[in-house]
Antibody, heavy 119, light 107 residues
Framework: EVQLVESGGGLVQPGRSLKLSCAASGFTFSNYGMAWVCQAPTKGLEWVASISTGGGNTYYRDSVKGRFTISRDNAKNTLYLQMDSLRSEDTATYYC????????????WGQGVMVTVSS | DIQLTQSPSSMSASLGDRVSLTCQSS??????LSWYQHKPGKPPKPMIY???NLADGVPSRFSGSRSGSDYSLTISSLESEDTAIYYCLQYDEYPLTFGSGTKLEIK
C-alpha cells in the first residue's frame, strides 16, 4: 500500500525556518517524481515545488524561490521541504504528492501537515 | 504563467442530477489537465488525468472531456458523497497551476 506521511509542521515565528519531511512507503520511491502542494486557510490548492526522481531537477513557484528548497533522500525514501525566511502568507497545510509514473498527475497524497507562521 | 479559470465557483444540485464543471485554460495545454476532489480534513483525490482518463477507483459516473482550451468534469448522476470542492490542475509547464475550485453541494 502506498503511503506518504508528512511531519515537521508547527508554529514558527516570521523569519524563522522549518523543515518538512514526507516518509514514503509501499513503492519504489526513487522511481517517482514528487512535489509539495499547499492550501492556505480558506484558500485553494497551490503547487509549491517539484523534484525529479534523482533530485537533479527542481522547480518552484515564484513566491518561494530563494526561500524554500525541495530535496529527497532516496536511500531513506524521504522527501523534504526546507522552508527559510518564513512569512505569514506561508501559513498553510502542506501536502506531499507523488507524480504518477507515465502520466502527468498526482496519484497519491499525504494527509498533510499544518504550518503556522505567526509571532 | 498559465491561468485556469473554473466555473461556476459554487453550485448546488439535486441527487441524481447531471452536473458539469468547467475549467478554461489561458493557453494551450493539450491534454495535460487533471481533476481532483477535495473534502475537508482529507487530502485531494485524483479523479481524472490527461483530461479524459478516469483515475483508479473513481466511479464511472465521473467523466472528463475537452473542447479546445475548455475542459469539463461531468458527474452523470449526482450522489451525496460527491459533495466537495473540485480543482483542475495543468501539468503542461512550470509553474504548475490549479484552478480556483468549484464548490459542489447537494440541494
Amino acid at each position: 500500500e502506498v503511503q506518504l506521511v508528512e511531519s515537521g509542521g508547527g508554529l514558527v515565528q516570521p523569519g524563522r525556518s522549518l523543515k518538512l519531511s514526507c516518509a514514503a512507503s509501499g513503492f519504489t520511491f526513487s522511481n517517482y517524481g514528487m512535489a509539495w502542494v499547499c492550501q492556505a486557510p480558506t484558500k485553494g490548492l497551490e503547487w509549491v515545488a517539484s523534484i525529479s526522481t534523482g533530485g537533479g531537477n527542481t522547480y518552484y513557484r515564484d513566491s518561494v524561490k530563494g526561500r524554500f528548497t525541495i530535496s529527497r533522500d532516496n536511500a531513506k525514501n524521504t522527501l523534504y521541504l526546507q522552508m527559510d525566511s518564513l512569512r505569514s502568507e506561508d501559513t498553510a497545510t502542506y501536502y506531499c504528492a507523488r507524480l504518477n509514473l507515465g502520466a502527468d498527475y498526482f496519484d497519491y497524497w499525504g494527509q498533510g501537515v499544518m504550518v503556522t507562521v505567526s509571532s | 504563467d498559465i491561468q485556469l479559470t473554473q466555473s461556476p465557483s459554487s453550485m448546488s444540485a439535486s441527487l441524481g442530477d447531471r452536473v458539469s464543471l468547467t475549467c478554461q485554460s489561458s493557453q494551450g495545454i493539450g491534454n495535460y489537465l487533471s481533476w481532483y476532489q477535495h473534502k475537508p480534513g482529507k487530502p485531494p483525490k485524483p479523479m481524472i488525468y490527461y483530461a479524459t482518463n478516469l483515475a483508479d477507483g473513481v466511479p464511472s459516473r465521473f467523466s472528463g472531456s475537452r473542447s479546445g482550451s475548455d475542459y469539463s468534469l461531468t458527474i452523470s448522476s449526482l450522489e451525496s458523497e460527491d459533495t466537495a470542492i473540485y480543482y483542475c490542475l495543468q501539468y503542461d509547464e512550470y509553474p504548475l497551476t490549479f484552478g480556483s475550485g468549484t464548490k459542489l453541494e447537494i440541494k
